[in-house]
């Protein structure tokens, strides 16, 4: 299994702002992805982050909205950027090991713009 | 690409009773088949999983039922407690050659005391 933290765990900002996730594992994982949830609704992925490459987005999300990095293979950043209140959700990081099936998400960090 | 349908939306079971959530699938992968139980507050946390070459996987009081032919699996969940209540999703691999699951709308489970 792998442990994941998460900080902000949540966070209140202003329309028009960036706000920076980070996500940390315990372990080296294979594949971090990036989720958006609306409260709730269901998982829908962001993004991979991929270790030392651009991540791979899924359609409709952009790298100038959600910008991502993975410097290694223990952690990885998301950026809102110019938030607006459409962007008030829940974000997970989650991982996987490419041997493995198993799955694991963070906590989640909840954003709410104002 | 992968699409996943999952039902009831949402589930009212007295303690003691059975659950069962159903997902069906559109295109066949063979990876894992993984069910989520998510709390209010917390992120979904792996529950149980079934390769598809297998027709049933019971874990304690949790069965997952695969029928691959019909591209149809369900989560079983016998006796039913309280503490059960939360959030449910299944999940189907993706067919585009990518680890990613492909995850259900979720199943709001409310266990009555």
């Known amino acids: 299994s792998a442990v994941i933290s998460q900080k902000p765990s949540r966070d209140i900002c202003q329309r028009g702002t960036s706000l920076t996730i980070q996500c940390q594992v315990d372990?080296?994982?294979?594949?971090m992805f990036w989720y958006r949830q609306q409260p709730g609704q269901s998982l829908t992925l962001i993004a991979t982050?991929?270790?030392?490459?651009?991540?791979?987005?899924e359609s409709g999300f952009v790298i100038d909205k959600f910008p991502i990095s993975r410097p290694n293979l223990t952690f990885s950043t998301l950026t809102v950027s110019n938030m607006s209140p459409e962007d008030s959700s829940i974000y997970l990081c989650s991982v996987r090991t490419g041997a493995s099936y198993e799955q694991y998400f963070g906590p989640g960090t909840r954003l709410t713009v104002t | 690409q992968q699409q996943v349908k999952q039902s009831p939306q949402s589930l009212i079971v007295q303690k003691g009773g059975i659950s069962i959530i159903n997902c069906a699938y559109e295109?066949?992968?063979?990876?894992?088949f993984p069910w989520y139980q998510q709390f209010p507050g917390k992120g979904p946390a792996l529950l149980i999983a079934?390769?598809?070459?297998?027709s049933e996987k019971k874990e304690g009081r949790f069965t997952i039922s695969f029928n691959k032919s019909a591209k149809q699996f369900s989560l079983h969940i016998m006796d039913s407690q309280p503490g059960d209540s939360a959030t449910y999703f299944c999940?189907?691999?993706?067919?585009?050659?990518?680890?990613?699951?492909?995850f259900g709308t979720g199943t709001r489970l409310k266990v009555l005391a």
């Open positions: 999940a189907a691999p993706d067919t585009s050659g990518t680890y990613k699951y492909i």
């Open positions: 079934i390769r598809p070459d297998v």
């Open positions: 372990s080296q994982v294979t594949m």
């Open positions: 295109n066949t992968a063979f990876d894992y």
């Open positions: 982050a991929n270790q030392g490459s651009e991540a791979t987005y």
